[in-house]
């Protein structure tokens, strides 16, 4: 007898189904989703669009700390205690999110195994992947991690096939997450574009021979100033 195959856990459809204390948006491109400093009362599930998360310091300077994309959540800090937000959240391009206030967040998790199960599993992977950050800023090149982000942006190693890395990232953001300057993020844009490791045309398409420069240490070469 043939066991019953699995069906997959859809976070969009469990949540359609969450009754009061849920709201969906649709955000423009660059209209914030919550500021650094506001009220931590909600969640956000984020159902299309990109959305930029950054830091803004007592001195004033901004660091981008996640970019995150369909089936991302944000804003969960308040379910940890947090009061206020930590971080600002800003829709990179037009967006479709969830907004699930904190009472109703808790309530489901309480109510809904699966659903807990998943937001669990989902957060461990967050952790893993902000743990593997902080690695690779602290033991690899500036040229590795800038092929890391562009990889991680291009969904490779995610369920499905690898996606076009949106154009309006621009090397300042990406300077920003690895921790360099512009002018490398241009030199070594334009060294993985001559080597076949990424094209530019409207979008960033970026091919699986850009793993290449992850997998493998190669000492970093001279940076000259170029232009991307």
Known sequence: MKRAARTSFSPTTFLEGVN???????YQKDQPVFIQDDPADAVFYIKQGKVKLTVVSEQGKEAVVALLGPADFCGEGCLA??????????????CTIVRIEKG???QALHDRIEFSEKFMAYLLAR????????????FNSSEKRLARVLLLLANFGKEGRPEPVLANISQETLAEMIGTTRSRVSF???KFRKLGFIDYNGHLNIHSSLLNVVLYDKPEIKIEREQF
Request: hydrophobic share 50%.
């Open 81 to 94: 205690g947090q009061t206020v937000r930590m971080a600002t959240a800003v829709a990179m391009t037009d």
């Open 20 to 26: 009061g204390g849920k709201t969906v948006g649709a």
């Open 188 to 190: 070594f844009m334009n």
């Open 104 to 106: 109703a967040m808790v």
């Open 127 to 138: 952790n893993v992947r902000v743990e593997e950050d902080l690695v690779d800023q602290l």
